[in-house]
């Protein structure tokens, strides 16, 4: 478990200055964000699907490098982890959590597509990218000549590095996952909420290659998400259930 950069800042161009971090829980291997405006001077933040487990760790990072985190996003309801955005609202004052309407689940914010989150001058804006679940949606940097270049999506399990998110449970549907990605300009840096085999980063350009999912057509794709045979995710049971509520169903035993 540890907390370290994948794309620097100075890797990042625009004239507003994005801080950002991949961090990691290894127990889901979950991939959470923290993203801020270290221009502006309140240094406001956000985080991208926090996990219940590091929930700590990310606000003594906050807190470590001034920043003034505003809010706590999920990309959809997470079936395999205890999202920490209800718990961060209990730590954190003034932190407002946000999840998509269509993902029928309680939030202080219920985003659409074409939305735009704001945090100081930057912005994440909201793409419809459902197919893992009905309500999923992917954050993508600003388009504009003050926002970071390349742009960065981070696609909860929509997209996947070299995979994508199974389609077999909450309102899941491969036809429908497989028209929902790919639809970002190919140099998008893709920053996934989970990656199984060490990767950490790719890019949309990359994955319209070389991923072996999504480089078939909608009958294969069909035929391969169709023969997972996954199991389902440990934790589901406790999960799904948990974050329909910000992961606030059992509150009293984590908030202490
Ligand atoms: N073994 C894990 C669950 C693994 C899993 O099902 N991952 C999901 C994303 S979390 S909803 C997925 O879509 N995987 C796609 C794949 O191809 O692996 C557990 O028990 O938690
Ligand atoms: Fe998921």
């Known amino acids: 478990m540890g907390s370290y950069t994948t794309a620097s800042e100075s890797q990042l161009s625009g004239s507003k200055k994005l801080l950002f ?10 991939y959470t964000y923290l993203l801020a405006d270290a221009s502006h001077p309140d240094k406001p933040a956000l985080l991208v699907d926090p996990v219940d487990k590091t929930a700590e760790r990310d606000l003594s990072l906050v807190k470590e490098l001034g920043l003034k985190l505003i809010y706590a996003i999920n990309t959809h309801v997470h079936a395999d982890h205890v999202t920490s955005t209800g718990l ?15 993902s029928n689940a309680q939030a202080d914010l219920l985003i659409e597509p074409g939305d ?19 309500g999923c949606v992917t954050y993508v940097t600003g388009d504009g000549p003050d926002q970071p270049q390349p742009r960065m999506a981070f696609t909860g399990d929509a997209l996947l590095i070299r995979g994508c998110g199974r389609t077999d449970f909450q309102g899941g549907s491969s036809e429908t996952l497989y028209k929902s990605i790919f639809t970002l300009p190919k140099d998008t840096l893709v920053y996934p909420a989970h990656d199984y085999k060490g990767f950490t980063v790719s890019t949309v350009g990359e994955e319209m290659k070389y991923n072996p999912r999504l480089t078939k057509d909608e009958a294969g794709f069909k035929g391969i998400m169709e ?5 389902y995710p440990k934790m589901m ?8 509520l910000c992961g606030l169903q059992d509150v009293e035993s984590k908030a202490n």
């Open 116 to 134: 735009k989150v704001y945090f100081g001058d930057l912005f994440l804006e909201v793409h419809a990218t459902p197919g893992h679940t009905l």
């Open 227 to 231: 023969n997972l045979n996954l199991p």
């Open 237 to 244: 049971d406790v999960a799904v259930p948990a974050n329909v």
């Open 88 to 102: 961060i609202k209990s730590k954190v004052p003034g932190v407002k959590s946000i999840i998509s309407k269509a």
């Open 21 to 30: 971090r991949q961090l990691f829980e290894k127990d889901s291997s979950t």
